[in-house]
């Protein structure tokens, strides 16, 4: 089973700065298979990123993800008063099919 | 646009059974997505339960595929949780969630169940 990693585990920065969140797998992970989610307090998580890199429905293009193999990143260029919160890479895996997610990194306001 | 809503009992008595169901509106779930649950217990991470195609074809997390089931109910358009043999551990927000290119492209507002005495 691979497990995800995410690192670090909360973050305080202010709007207007840029972040980058790192997603580490213990294994390699086919890029396709990797997504990232934000929570909001007292929220269901929402699908940021498909595809390690593809923005879906919606999601503001200041949200962008790239990486390949075990290291994969969530970038945000200027958070907003709505990003702090907690964000979740996700790999799915094949054998057997399941989906597991990383402990999640929050973002706090300073 | 796809709406989940989830809906049962929010209190399970320990070594009871815990049975959810969701409502899906917009599309209907023949449509060829996969349909499942996703858990946050209190203060914790994000936990895939398991997930169904309309054709009943099922996928369990290994660490509860003894005691889930998942089924769908194409005729209502909705899918439905059974989690037996239920203790504190199992006490937590419950997702209903559809998939898509290998992630969960849609959630539900999500439902407390807590099980105690």
């Known amino acids: 089973e691979i497990v995800l990693t995410q690192s670090p585990g909360t973050l305080s920065l202010s709007p207007g700065e840029g972040v980058t969140l790192s997603c580490r797998a213990s294994?390699?992970?086919?890029?396709?298979?990797l997504a990232w989610y934000q929570q909001r307090p007292g929220q269901a998580p929402r699908l940021l990123i498909y595809?390690?890199?593809n923005r879906a429905t919606g999601i503001p293009d200041r949200f962008s993800g790239s990486g390949s193999g075990t290291d994969f990143t969530l970038t945000i260029s200027r958070l907003e008063p709505e990003d702090f919160a907690v964000y979740y890479c996700q790999q799915y895996g094949s054998s057997p099919p399941m989906y597991t997610f990383g402990p999640g990194t929050k973002l706090d306001i300073k | 646009q796809v709406q989940l809503q989830e809906s049962g009992p929010g209190l399970v008595r320990p070594s009871g059974t815990l049975s959810l169901s969701c409502a899906v509106s917009?599309?209907?779930?023949?449509?060829?997505?996969?349909w499942g649950w996703v858990r946050q217990a209190p203060g914790r991470g994000l936990e895939w339960i398991g997930e169904v195609f309309h054709t009943g074809t099922t996928n369990y997390n290994p660490s509860l595929k003894s005691r889930v089931t998942i089924s769908a109910d194409t005729s209502n358009n909705q899918i439905s949780l059974k989690l037996t043999s239920v203790t504190a551990a199992d006490t937590a927000v419950y997702y209903c969630?559809?998939?898509?290119?290998?992630?969960?492209?849609?959630w539900g507002q999500g439902t407390l169940v807590t099980v105690s005495s």
């Open positions: 595809g390690a890199s």
């Open positions: 969630i559809d998939s898509g290119w290998f992630s969960l492209v849609s």
């Open positions: 294994q390699s992970v086919d890029s396709r298979y």
């Open positions: 917009g599309v209907s779930i023949s449509s060829g997505f996969w």
